[in-house]
Each structure stands twice: as structure tokens, then as C-alpha cells.
């Protein structure tokens, strides 16, 4: 039976550090349990989010009034079947790429060291280096919030695009996914994955509480650049900063609050507009009510 907690801090869930409580927590140990979980937030008439270890996701200081459903716990699991791998959503990315390097099934090798479960990189398209996860994803059970029957959707009727995917913002659970991997040469991919995760520390603060990349790519340019070309590199408002390392990343330099986040993206936003005319998107997921709002032109 699921077992529901009730004003649960956040902050210690995600990768800021940052965010209040959760009025409801559960972390289901099966698909029914899931299923439990979405038929108790709908009886109760309240909001629910599905957290996986709250990589690419800021909290409001003021928490979330409804049902947090992590599945990172108890949903993470790896096997395989030559080169298919068959992966609860809340497997870490990074797990299922050294992996498969190991077992010289490519495809996913320059996704490495992207912080975040499966599930998540399947609901925003993870990717880097020209590629992303939907090149390699087969299927993905998922748990319909409408109906709250579960399915198993091709990739094809995902609709991917850059950052997003048709299950973004729409409620629905992955529960497990399903890829389908090409063989290569395992020495090799096990030494493209070393580079890009040594390209990634060089260049990326991975050692200081983030989101990862805040803004997602603007068209014929890079996020960070713009923001460095601002001279926004260092910028502070609380205990929020722009990363002296890497432009497109806010990190929380001790005791940050979501409002100090919130408030430096707006301002970056602003920034960028009002020099270059771009408008920079958000890839971060924004969970609960703030004050700030975000910049429009």
C-alpha cells in the first residue's frame, strides 16, 4: 500500500539545494503504487509533479501544495537483452551510459555525465553533442494522467523536439523505457565517454549546486556566450550567481532562495534581450508559485 507522507522538505530532493515542502510525498515501490498515487491527488483535488532526483528542476520557497510522486528510489533498475536496454525511469542517465560503454552498445556515449534520471531525460529530450536520447529510445511506458491506465508508446509518437517531448507538462509518468542500441567498439566508447565527461568538468561548475544548463540553445548561437557577452559571469543577487565557469548555469553559491534564482533569470533574460534581441527560454522546470515573474519582451 502507498505510503503518503505530508510536509516534506524539497529542498534535499533536488540539485539546487533550494525549495519548500511538499503538502503530500510519496515514493511508490510498483506501478500500482503509481497508480495509487495519481488516484489520491485526484480525489483530493490537488497538483501533482513527478520528481526523479530534481536535476533540471527549481522549487518555490513557499514549496508546492500538492502530491510529489518521486520515482528515483524505488524505480531504478538496468537489464538487457543484446543491445536492448530496458530501464526504469528512475535509473540515473550517467549509470546507463558508462554501461553501455562497457558493453560496446553505442548511442547514448555523449550523454554522458548529464545528472538526472532516465525518465526525466526522455520527458525533456536530453541531449549534447548534436544528439539527443530520442535518437536511441524505442518505447516508453507511461502512466496517462487523464485516464490513469498505463501504456506503451513508440518514440515516434512522443513528438520530440529540442528540450521537450509530447509528455512534457502534460501530467504523465514514465515508469520504465525501452531502448535499442548499436554495436561498436567498446574501447572506443568507453574513451568518448571519459572525454566528455572531463570536457564537462572542465567547463561546467559540476561541483556546485545547479540545474545544469538554465537556458535552452537560441538558433544559430550559445546561451552562454550571450549572457558572458553581457558581462553577466559572476553576477550576484542573494546568494544566486552566474557562473564565473560556465555562463548558462545559476548556481547557489551557499544559501540561495528560489526567488534569488528566479530573479537572476529574469534578469539575465533582460540583459540578453535588451543587447542582442533574444529572448532566452528557460529549460529549467519551475515547481510551485513565485513572485518573480519571468521576463517578456
Known amino acids: 500500500m502507498l505510503k503518503i ?25 510498483s506501478e500500482a503504487e503509481v497508480v495509487e498515487a495519481y488516484r489520491f491527488a485526484a480525489e483530493k483535488g490537488m497538483p501533482l509533479f513527478v520528481l526523479g532526483n530534481g536535476s533540471n528542476v527549481l522549487i518555490s520557497d513557499a514549496g508546492f501544495g500538492g502530491l510529489v510522486v518521486n520515482l528515483s528510489k524505488y524505480f531504478s ?21 558508462a554501461d553501455a560503454a562497457e558493453r560496446g552498445c553505442a548511442g547514448i556515449e555523449c550523454l554522458s555525465g548529464i ?29 496517462k494522467a487523464s485516464t490513469h491506465t498505463l501504456e506503451t508508446v513508440p518514440a515516434k509518437d512522443l ?47 559540476v561541483d556546485s549546486p545547479s540545474c545544469g544548463s538554465v537556458f535552452k540553445r537560441p538558433p544559430n548561437g550559445f546561451a552562454g556566450t550571450l549572457v558572458e557577452s553581457c558581462g553577466l559571469k559572476g553576477f550576484r543577487l542573494g546568494m544566486a550567481e552566474v557562473s564565473e565557469k560556465h555562463a548558462n548555469f545559476i548556481i547557489n553559491t551557499g544559501s540561495a532562495k528560489a526567488e534569488d534564482v528566479r530573479a537572476l533569470i529574469r534578469r539575465v533574460q533582460q540583459a540578453v534581450f535588451e543587447k542582442h534581441g533574444i529572448l532566452l527560454e528557460p529549460e529549467v522546470i519551475f515547481l510551485g508559485e513565485f513572485k518573480e515573474p519571468l521576463y517578456k519582451c
Open 159 to 205: 513528438n520530440f523536439g529540442y528540450r521537450t517531448s509530447a509528455l512534457k507538462g502534460g501530467g504523465d509518468a514514465v515508469l520504465s523505457v525501452t531502448f535499442d542500441f548499436t554495436y561498436g567498439d567498446a574501447a572506443r566508447l568507453k574513451s568518448l565517454r571519459d572525454d566528455v565527461v572531463a570536457r564537462r568538468r572542465a567547463k561546467q561548475p
Open 5 to 29: 507522507a505530508e510536509n516534506v522538505r524539497l529542498a534535499d530532493k533536488t540539485s539546487y539545494r533550494i525549495g519548500g515542502a511538499a503538502r503530500c510525498y510519496a515514493e511508490p515501490r
Open 77 to 97: 533498475a538496468l537489464s538487457w537483452d543484446k543491445a536492448t536496454a530496458f530501464v526504469l525511469s528512475g535509473f540515473p542517465l550517467d549509470d546507463l551510459a
Open 115 to 143: 545528472p538526472g534520471t532516465v525518465g526525466g531525460a526522455v520527458v525533456m529530450n536530453a541531449g549534447a553533442f548534436d544528439t539527443d536520447i530520442s535518437k536511441t529510445l524505442r518505447s516508453a511506458r507511461v502512466l
